[in-house]
């Protein structure tokens, strides 16, 4: 794609920096202006220098931008887009890349401008670290970004947007805005949760054992703390404004659940065993894909 005058990125953590780091790459802007609302973030993205500008005021950094995107946490998208839409050029495209879609369309399309293509975004693709140290150019490489249109989007400006992410790497699909927040939840959100709480009692029971929970971590638990250590402000916003397809996969996860408890306390390994196979089956399939590596280990080196 031919290199747009200008990007803004609105918010610098991981996958902001990222973006920056992989449009520099590809060329993709001749100019990437950055905001933060922290002083220090943006401080630190200074030092680090993936933006060509860095703005605290982010009327200034969306001045003149074709593409801004959201990469704040979800729960600040409101006020973000009340703050910018004074300042947006007639034909640039308002973008994010929110984990939930329906709360998006929700806070932001009302503050859109006439003129300004609002085309909702969400790329399947991060690392339990944070801030702008924790970007790089080839997160999105392979990795799939769904773009979730608005009705009476325009469909040229959906190509551009479309032609960034491939641009940064991604694959690049389409989805209907309340489909994405199902496929989500039981993809992402719910075993978020699940981490969440699986790390949260370990700590309880860490007291019990003096400390041979930490000390002694298989491979499995080691997975969930890696899931948990995620960025709590965003995870918090994430099943604040996508609770209702969470309670959906919730439900049918403790049905599940209470299924395999039965299981265990009756001797039930029929029931076991065939539970066990077919999510074996799921996981061959997502390294099949290439969304994952069959190398031992995950692929780690210890």
């Known amino acids: 794609m031919a290199a747009m005058k200008k990007i803004a990125i609105i918010g610098l953590g991981m996958i902001g920096s990222s973006i920056a780091h992989a449009a520099r790459r590809g060329s993709l802007a001749k100019e990437i202006a950055g905001h933060d609302a922290s002083a220090d973030v943006l401080e630190r993205a200074g030092r680090i220098g993936f933006c060509d500008t860095l703005h605290a005021d982010i009327g200034a950094a969306v001045k003149d931008a074709q593409l801004v995107i959201l990469c704040a946490p979800v729960g600040a998208f409101k006020d973000i887009a009340q703050a910018i839409a004074p300042h947006m050029a007639p034909g640039a495209i308002l973008s994010d890349v929110g984990s939930v879609k329906g709360a998006v369309v929700r806070d932001v399309a009302p503050f859109v401008p006439a ?42 400006a959906v190509a551009r947007l479309r032609a960034f992410w491939k641009g940064l790497g991604s694959q690049v699909d389409v989805m209907e805005v309340g489909h994405h927040d199902l496929v ?13 709480n699986i790390v949260g009692t370990a700590h309880d029971l860490e007291q019990v054992t003096e400390g041979e ?42 049905q599940d659940l209470k299924a395999l408890q039965e299981a265990v306390e009756q001797g039930n390994g029929e029931l076991l065993f065939d539970t066990f196979t ?22 780690r080196k210890s």
């Open 213 to 254: 929970v930490i000390k002694y971590s298989a491979s499995g638990f080691r997975d969930f703390t890696r899931i948990a250590a995620s960025d709590p402000t965003m995870w918090r916003d994430i099943f604040l404004n996508n609770r209702e397809a969470v309670l959906e996969v919730l439900g049918r996860f403790n």
């Open 115 to 156: 003129g300004v293509h609002f085309i909702p975004a969400h790329p399947i693709a991060g690392t339990e670290f944070s801030g702008p140290e924790a970007g790089f150019a080839s997160l999105f490489d392979g990795r799939w970004a769904i773009l979730t249109p608005v009705p009476g989007s325009d469909g040229q």
């Open 278 to 299: 077919r999510t074996r089956a799921i996981r061959r399939a997502i390294v099949d894909i290439g969304q994952d590596t069959s190398a031992p280990n995950f692929g």
């Open 184 to 196: 989500l939840a039981i993809t992402s959100h719910l075993p978020h949760l699940i981490a969440y």
